[in-house]
């Protein structure tokens, strides 16, 4: 069966402190990964993605780190802030289909 | 723009009772889903539109559950004979052709008793 695991399951970090989450998946087929942000209450938002073809993607202070013989995936975000504190998701999707297979999400909160 | 909607937000239903639950995708976008997330969950994928035809299905979980799209627009999610297993929140989302971004709304939480 498709999985993706998502590592920790919840993650606290102080003000300006750096916030790292972990996914690794199995099936080689995947060929684009996304994170999404979830805020209580509200829909999952896409935050940054990134395909296999590179080992990097940075977006302002979110930074993916994707490993393709690890077959890992990884969100670093920089200078973390309390409005960062949210649920965060990593995906991933195969070749040959639009749907999305979910990590089991990552809580994290960022004390002042 | 208007995001993705879905109505209702909250719905409260008996063991056994039929239900639906709307989605508005994003005007224009032709590929809409429909994932479903349990408490301390990732959503879990069910079914996707392309237009008006399901692309795929796999997801549902039974024959008690049903979607349709009939115009290429508006979805229905349909949940026959509810079981209190089926309380979880109904995620819908939609994408532009071609794009890989699927936008998702808030989301109905149905609480079966």
């Known amino acids: 069966q498709q999985q993706v695991k998502q590592s920790p399951q919840s993650l606290i970090v102080q003000k300006g402190g750096i916030s790292i989450i972990n996914c690794a998946y199995e099936n080689t087929a995947f060929d684009y990964f996304p994170w999404y942000q979830q805020f209580p209450g509200k829909g999952p938002a896409l935050l940054i993605a990134?395909?296999?073809?590179?080992s990097e993607k940075k977006e302002g202070r979110f930074t993916i780190s994707f490993n393709k013989s690890a077959k890992q995936f990884s969100l670093h975000i920089m200078d973390s802030q309390p409005g960062d504190s949210a649920t965060y998701f990593c995906?991933?999707?195969?070749?040959?289909?639009?749907?999305?297979?979910f990590g089991t999400g990552t809580r994290l909160q960022v004390f002042p | 723009g208007a995001g993705v909607s879905q109505t209702p937000s909250n719905k409260v239903t008996e063991k056994g009772k039929y239900v639906e639950l709307r989605c508005d995708p994003i005007s224009g976008h032709t590929a809409l889903y429909w994932y479903r997330q349990s408490l301390g969950q990732g959503p879990e994928f069910l079914i996707y539109f392309q237009g008006t035809g399901a692309a795929d299905d796999s997801g549902l979980p039974n024959d008690r559950f049903f979607a349709v799209r009939p115009e290429g627009s508006v979805s229905t999610l349909k949940i026959q004979r509810t079981e209190r297993g089926d309380s979880a929140v109904y995620l819908c989302a939609s994408s532009r052709g071609g794009s890989e971004t699927q936008y998702f709304g808030p989301g109905t939480r149905l609480l079966v008793l």
């Open positions: 990134i395909r296999p073809d590179v």
């Open positions: 995906a991933a999707r195969g070749y040959n289909t639009d749907k999305l297979i």
